[in-house]
């Protein structure tokens, strides 16, 4: 059984214990060093918290990963003024965003020709699963606030077979900031009353080993189409070298979100008239989420290196909707939802436990040098998922009994292996081999007798790459492996269908990077080659095993100093093949392309620095997609879930002054052009955000 702490004394207790160890740890390492100590200067911290990284930080280690490897760095981050870690990863080659709101409370994420918001790539936080579920649920429910990200790393190939599961599309970790030493506070005024505060707080002890860390977070916004949310972020972290070669970090987190929104968008009637209204007005979606980590490095020599993470998250999700009984027109005889006076709630909580352990060691072996990493990483989740009805008067105050009370669970246990030859100066050999064995359980709370249903199943996940350096300039990676991704409880237990595999995918990968003084570059050829897709299982709309599918295409990075202060970055990515195996009656034919899977991507960014002004134009292009398997190329008028979305483009600005190192005044424009554009399709169109305005300051005391 998974812990079942009550909310309120978790927080607080959490709270406590980082606060504690915080403190306690930077008295300890101030008293052994001694106040005589010399400083290393105002702001500048001498260690960073210990956290597991999935592309190591220095070039080195990048040009020795045989895979594509992306990183967003902190410069990145202040240059695109994200809303959210979807507006901050559409910038990334490969990635395709499906923008349903300008909140991004739900992620709509595509890796590759990989369906957005069909989750098959792995979402880290300094190392850490983040996604609500993984065996269990919905990995779409909770989605890392951007305001506390200094950047993050992209990787994919045979290297990302270290992580798992969910690592067909690769691996994405976003890396948390640690505040400087000192207080900052900054505000952000914006379209759709958009008001947000933050508070960074950031301390170290006298002799930089130890260092304390708060970020708070609060923002308000009427929402485009008035989908209104109300959001807080709490991260607390801090972190110590307690002895030789040790040290140990803590991250508290709290998020809590109330938003203003549904499946449900417009008819095309609404759409084309140029609606701004929120077609749902009455549905909320309700998000909250406490998390605990503990890191602990351990550099036992040179050669020898261990980390490990113990970490702790529960994440409720309560979704509360008006049910309808068909449509009827308004005073401006466009089409509308009819709702009824009942009220729905689909509420789900998930509580997930476990640890990820990695040893990396240098040695010698066949005379060469290698560097070899182990693995293990254990951990167990649970959802309650629950469906209540209310009605109109008393929404969100269940009347009646459950319509649905069951718990999913599951444990997972992976072993990894990987060693790195060396072969020469020029040519590295990584071969790598991943297990994962795990269980998922059903219990209908519902029954009289309380039955389990259960399935079980291990996987052998092997891979192997290369790198070669042909020039200074110039080097060349390959890898191949399996990739796979669990099915849901859904899918395995309770099914019609028989019980469903993982879903499994061979992965190649070719591809060239390298660069000089003033440019960078990287193109990579990939391949996924499904034996079986499997349905996310969540609430049995399609039978689980689904058939086998081929991804191919090409994504290519380009940096470029222009000089004089300008700088010219850009990727493009093209998926030529995106198809179904064979037929899926009802739901595919065979050579049809998967939906939510655009054959070209594009981005672009002019960027210019002059002293203390900087600023950037960036554009992005999304080609045509498709909204479902069947590739209708007319909206469907009963259930809006499928038809042809147009290709769009946006442009974004940016800019921001620093007055003095203290002083920072910042602002953008989001879509300049305010390109009227449909981002999706479900129950509805969803129609994409309009232009909108934002300025702030920050200030440091």
Known sequence: MLLNLPRPSALSGAISLALLLAFGSIQASAEAEGAGQEQAGDNLLAIDLPRIRVVAPDRLNVELTPGAVYTVTQQDVEQAQPRSTEDLLRRVPGIYI?????????????????????????VLEDGVPVQFGIFVGNSRYYNPRVHRMEGA????????????????????????????????VSGRLGSWNTREAMLDIGGASESREAR?????????????????????DIMVKAGSAVGDGHFVGVKLSYYENDANISYRGFFEDAFNAGADFNPAPDDFFLTDRLAFDVNHEWNIHRDLRLQTVVYW??????????????????????????????????????????????????????????????????????????????????????????????????????????NRFDISTALSVTA?????????????????????????????????????????????YGSAYIAFAPPLVGSVVGSADVPTDAEKSVNLDLGVRGGGEAFTYEVTAFQMDFSNQVDPGISNIRLPNEGSALIQGFELSLG???????????????????????????????????????????????????????????????????????????????????????SYYTFDWTASYD????????????????????????????????????????YRF
């Open 98 to 122: 499906k923008r349903e709101e300008d909140s991004a409370v739900v992620t709509n994420i595509g890796v590759r020709g990989l369906p957005a918001g069909d989750y098959k790539t792995l």
């Open 212 to 232: 304390f860390g708060l970020i708070a977070n609060h923002t308000t916004s009427d929402g485009w189409n008035d989908k209104g949310w109300d959001m807080t």
């Open 153 to 184: 790393e992209i990787l994919k190939g045979a290297s990302s077979l270290r992580f798992g599961p969910n690592n067909i599309g690769g691996v994405v970790n976003f890396l948390t900031r640690t505040p400087e030493e000192g207080v900052a």
């Open 432 to 476: 790598g081999l991943r297990v994962e064995t795990y269980e998922q359980k059903r219990n209908d709370l519902r029954r009289a007798v309380d039955a389990v249903d259960t399935f079980s199943n291990t996987e052998w996940l092997p891979g192997i790459g290369a790198t070669y350096q042909v020039s200074p300039a110039v080097q060349v």
């Open 560 to 646: 470029y100093d222009l000089g004089r202060g300008f700088g010219l970055n850009g990727n493009l990515t093209w998926i030529p093949t995106a198809e179904f195996g064979e037929d899926r009656p009802g739901q595919a034919e065979d050579g049809n392309r998967l939906p939510y899977s655009p054959d070209w991507t594009a981005n672009l960014t002019l960027s210019y620095q002059t002293g203390n002004l900087r600023t950037a134009l960036m554009f992005n292009y999304t080609d045509e997609v498709f909204g479902d398997g069947m590739n209708r190329t007319e909206i469907d008028p009963l259930r809006h879930m499928g038809g042809l979305i147009p």
């Open 659 to 698: 007055f003095n190192p203290n002083l920072r005044l910042f602002g953008a424009i989001k879509n300049l052009a305010d390109e009227r554009y449909i981002a999706g399709l479900r129950q509805g169109i969803y129609a994409g955000p309009e232009r909108s305005f934002e300025a702030g300051l920050r």
């Open 313 to 418: 998250s529960e994440t409720s999700r309560d979704y509360w909707r008006f049910l309808i009984d068909g449509a009827t027109t308004n005073a401006d005889g466009l089409t509308v939802w009819n709702y009824t006076d009942t009220v729905q709630g689909n509420n789900r909580t998930a509580e997930r436990y476990g640890f990820d352990s990695r040893l990396v060691m240098n040695h010698s072996l066949f005379g060469l040098d290698n560097e070899a990493q182990f693995g293990v990483r254990y951990f167990e989740e649970e959802m309650l998922d629950q469906t209540v009805r209310a009605d109109r008067a008393t929404p969100r105050n269940p009347n009646g009994p459950l319509l649905r009370n069951r718990r999913d669970s599951a444990d997972s246990l992976a072993l990894f292996a990987q």
